[in-house]
């Protein structure tokens, strides 16, 4: 899941854009930025991947550990001086296979995106508002509130990963469901089918669903 932290919004992937916020700690930063905001002395890439992953999760099975910490280190001083890191995070990434280490996501910034912030646990994105935006509101998006409860309910579960994997697949289950009812005239949808999501949170989740597909 992928969502900018920029000025100003970005159009190239539709028109809807949500406002969210993320818990940052235990991402991989490749922005030094704000890496040394929330890493402090650490804040190099070697440093992060030291302390934030562990040195026995990356691994690159193609080339000896002198050689894979060498170029570890060399990419760690290249990022000094670098304003667009999308090209060494995307490539690192894959290389590493960073979404298997456990990490919760990585941070970069891209020639057109601005700066990315990639989460491999989406329950770590609390959606907040959303909007759709066209030319008239471009600067200015009309954005609407997401559930008061839905939002409580996310940041409650954010200590739980056990908790956030079971609302997430009942999240799943029912979006999954309402695809398959959506053609119908009337929905069957009973919250009891999903005992992980808490009523009020259902309810609104079913009315926001109902919204977006009458804009669609």
């Not at 919004?9 to 930025?33: H, Q, R, S, T, W």
């Not at 570890?72 to 090209?87: A, C, G, N, P, V």
């Not at 990434?93 to 990585?106: A, E, P, V």
């Not at 941070?107 to 030319?135: E, W």
Request: glycine share 8%; charged share 25%; proline share 4%.
């Amino acid at each position: 899941m992928v969502f900018f932290i920029y000025e100003e919004l970005y159009l190239g992937y539709g028109p809807y854009v949500v406002k969210a916020e993320v818990n940052i700690a235990g991402f991989l930063m490749f922005d030094y930025e704000m890496s040394k905001k929330i890493y402090g002395g650490n804040y190099s890439l070697i440093n992060q991947i030291r302390n934030v992953i562990g040195p026995d999760k990356v691994i690159d099975p193609s080339i000896d550990e002198t050689r894979q910490w060498e170029d570890i280190k060399r990419l760690s001083q290249e990022l000094e001086k670098m304003t667009w890191t999308s090209d060494i995070a995307m490539s690192f990434s894959r290389r590493y296979n960073l979404d298997k280490t456990g990490l919760n996501g990585i941070i970069y910034t891209g020639r057109s995106d601005g700066r990315c912030c990639v989460t491999y646990k989406q329950m770590l994105v609390i959606p907040i508002a959303h909007a759709k935006i066209h030319g008239g509101n471009y600067k200015n998006p009309v954005w609407e509130k997401c559930s008061t409860q839905g939002v409580e309910h996310l940041r409650a579960m954010q200590q739980d990963e056990q908790k956030m994997e079971r609302f997430s697949e009942a999240r799943k289950g029912l979006l999954k469901e309402f695809g398959r009812q959506k053609n119908s005239r009337q929905f069957d949808l009973d919250p009891k089918m999903f005992p992980e999501i808490p009523e009020g949170v259902f309810d609104q989740m079913i009315q926001h669903i109902c919204g977006i597909m009458k804009m669609l």
